[in-house]
């Protein structure tokens, strides 16, 4: 790197430095069935919006993200398409909708293979994950330009972890015998967007086999590679709504936030 800030080919030429660019990947290919029946979990309203329209807004209001990728169900992409273009964007992030696979692995695999070479950065973010500040995400990214090849956000975990010993087949539903207790501190609740540089996340999906129902936490596919996979802070306000009671409290942070910042 010179010290005009280009960079300099191969002859000795110098060229502008090729900007750092950031896409996401938003897999919305399940149904969320502990919210109980009817639609996917992604497309349920939440104040009267749909919950992946919130997640796609809330990926694009990173100055960072040029690009979101919406992985929508096998045979679901024309509806989410459609569903998108009721919603548009005031920015200028693109959004491009993919069909995606039977597990969440095999559809951030088909989300990524729709991001541009030049994508220097990619961020996978659950859609179910609505209201992740925007200082969450931009953290996550700086992360990754600034070296790190693995980003996950996190928390630290308010209650006590016990590790059991699993009752399952016909004894499911017994007491089951605590095993362990795990030092607290030690541990952290992981939330999304997580943050990769492109090669390291591409050379995960290449590398680690599906198994089942696949891989559900992307950093981990990096951590069997024997890659470091670094935390930040996450935020208390990016929650998984995953039951009910979720949405009532996403509901309740959607308006105190039209209360206090008129969003």
Not at 51 to 57: E, G, I, P, S
Not at 168 to 184: D, H, S
């Amino acid at each position: 790197m010179s010290a005009s800030g280009q960079s300099a080919s191969p002859g000795g030429a110098e060229g502008p430095v090729r900007p750092a660019r950031t896409a996401a990947v938003i897999p919305a290919a399940g149904r969320g069935v502990r919210l109980g029946p009817g639609a996917p979990k992604a497309l349920r309203p939440l104040s009267g919006t749909p919950m992946l329209v919130h997640a796609v807004r809330a990926m694009a209001r990173s100055r960072s993200v040029v690009l979101v990728v919406v992985v929508a169900p096998p045979d679901g992409a024309d509806e989410v398409r459609r569903l998108l273009d009721a919603y548009p964007l005031t920015g200028t992030t693109e959004v491009v909708v993919v069909p995606g696979g039977e597990t969440r692995q095999e559809s951030v695999r088909r989300g990524l293979a729709a991001v541009p070479e030049d994508i220097t950065t990619v961020l996978v973010h659950d859609a179910a994950r609505p209201l992740v500040p925007v200082d969450t995400v931009d953290a996550v990214v700086t992360a990754v330009r600034e070296g790190a090849p693995a980003v996950v956000p996190a928390l630290p975990l308010a209650d006590t972890v016990k590790q059991v010993e699993p009752r399952t087949g016909e004894r499911a539903g017994e007491p089951e015998p605590v095993v362990g207790t795990p030092e607290r501190a030690l541990l952290r609740a992981v939330q999304t967007p997580q943050g990769f540089d492109r090669a390291t996340l591409v050379a995960a999906h290449e590398k680690i086999a599906l198994e089942g129902e696949g891989a559900t936490d992307d950093a981990g596919m990096v951590e069997r590679l024997g890659v470091e996979v670094v935390v930040v802070p996450g935020h208390e306000e990016a929650f998984k709504v995953t039951r009910p009671l979720d949405l009532v409290l996403a509901e309740a942070v959607l308006a105190r936030r039209r209360a206090t910042d008129g969003f």
